[in-house]
């Protein structure tokens, strides 16, 4: 294995991840998709362990998009009994993780929102780390929404249109509760976002890699924050102000 000299006061709080590639990996052993989903379930909980281990605060995985409503119905029938299945308290409670959701949950089935809300309420005090789940959950839906309940505000006489800001727009996002993410990696080789974090991400280090979902292991993870490690952050300074800065 690989070795990374990771610098611990420079783990990302807040990681989030595009899990791609589950489907591909099971066709290329001859097995359904579902079984592609299925140890896609088993890598989550070896990484959120190691998020948990480094330090990370926050790891936000995109688990079901709006548009994946437009898969076969066996597939989506099996993703939402794996959603139930896979939310048990040994990943929570063992490592203190905290659960979150967020996307329109108004579409999921009731038994799958319930077992959500439960998962919710029960690890709501657990503090090493918060995983959020991206469900039924689209950008373009999300900005949406806030833009919505902005609107309605306005119309009511609540805020002026020139009261609106950035941090109101953020602050009616449903990540409104967390910090936007430094890294952002995707695997299974694609290379775009697929809607995901859109207003979250603009400064985020974006990272591809080749690795189906269900190979990504702690090494690959190590891998993708030292590649964040090397890189200079720079929120539209120049390279130069960045180096007075960090050298002041």
């Not at 936000?60 to 299945?85: C, D, I, K, Q």
């Not at 609106?164 to 976002?193: A, H, K, V, Y």
């Not at 690959?220 to 590649?227: E, F, G, Q, R, S």
Request: aromatic share 10%; hydrophobic share 35%.
């Amino acid at each position: 294995m690989e070795s990374f000299n990771l610098d611990k006061q420079r783990v990302p709080r807040h990681i989030a991840i595009i899990m791609d590639g589950n489907g591909r990996w099971a066709t290329q052993k001859g097995k359904d998709r579902s079984y592609g989903h299925q140890a896609g379930v088993d890598t989550v909980r070896r990484i959120t362990s190691e998020c948990v281990r480094l330090g990370v605060e926050y790891l936000t995985l995109y688990t079901f998009s709006t548009e994946n409503w437009n898969r076969p119905e066996t597939e989506v029938a099996a993703l939402m009994g794996l959603v139930l299945s896979s939310l048990e308290d040994e990943i929570f409670m063992k490592n203190n993780v905290r659960f979150r959701v967020i996307g329109d949950m108004s579409r999921l089935p009731e038994t799958v929102q319930q077992k959500l809300r439960e998962t919710e309420l029960h690890t709501e005090k657990n503090s090493a780390m918060t995983m959020v789940v991206a469900l039924s959950y689209s950008s373009r839906w999300e900005i949406t929404e806030a833009t919505k309940r902005i609107a309605t505000k306005v119309q009511s006489g609540e805020i002026a249109i020139n009261d609106i800001t950035e941090e109101m727009l953020s602050q009616n996002m449903e990540t409104f509760f967390m910090p936007d993410p430094e890294l952002l990696i995707r695997t299974g080789g694609e290379q775009r976002i697929s809607n995901y974090l859109l207003w979250q991400i603009a400064y985020s280090e974006l990272y591809f890699c080749d690795t189906f979902w269900p190979d990504f292991n702690e090494e690959d993870l190590h891998k993708a924050i030292a590649d964040y490690q090397g890189r200079q952050r720079r929120f539209g300074k120049t390279e130069a102000q960045v180096e007075n800065e960090c050298n002041s």
